[in-house]
């Protein structure tokens, strides 16, 4: 083997591995932004979901928590999927870097704010004040991201 094809080596080994940690910060933060969703989704009283229409509730609390649940996990599907886009329109990689750091930081955010807005509140009432709040919050993000989407160069 010659030095050169060392080199050559060496260089390609480093592209893969670059790509693919690249791919794989993407997919971090893939699982980070529907991680939420996912644990909410997964409590036990969203086993009733299939039963409750969302258009025509009873004014229960149960239903309350079972749809500001569900528009939160499709608000939250709507956030990760436009953060993406975003993402992708962000040509510098060091800037990418900055935009994922700041995105893992905003959703830690989400989750305390929306924990301590609901501090105080018991039962039902805790996961609806909870729950409302992650939603809010998730579109006050989607409405920074259409616009930081459209400003894209």
């Known amino acids: 083997m010659t030095i050169r094809s060392v080199a050559i080596s060496i260089a390609f080994k480093s592209t893969v591995f670059l790509l693919l940690f690249s791919w794989l910060g993407q997919l971090s933060l893939l699982a980070q932004g529907t991680a939420d969703s996912k644990r909410l989704g997964e409590l036990e009283y969203m ?54 750091a700041y995105q893992e930081q905003w959703l830690v955010h989400r989750r305390r704010q929306s924990k301590w807005v609901s501090e105080g509140y018991r039962g039902h009432m805790l996961g609806i004040v909870y729950l409302n709040q992650m939603l809010s919050i998730t579109e006050w993000r989607i409405e920074e991201l259409k616009a930081l989407t459209q400003k894209e160069k």
Request: charged share 25%; proline share 0%.
């Open 47 to 100: 086993a009733y979901a299939d039963r409750i229409n969302c258009d025509s509730m009873m004014g229960t609390s149960l239903e309350s928590r079972v749809c500001l649940n569900l528009a939160f996990q499709r608000a939250d599907s709507t956030m990760v999927e436009l953060f993406h886009t975003f993402i992708k329109g962000v040509e510098s990689k060091s800037l990418q870097e900055e935009f994922l």
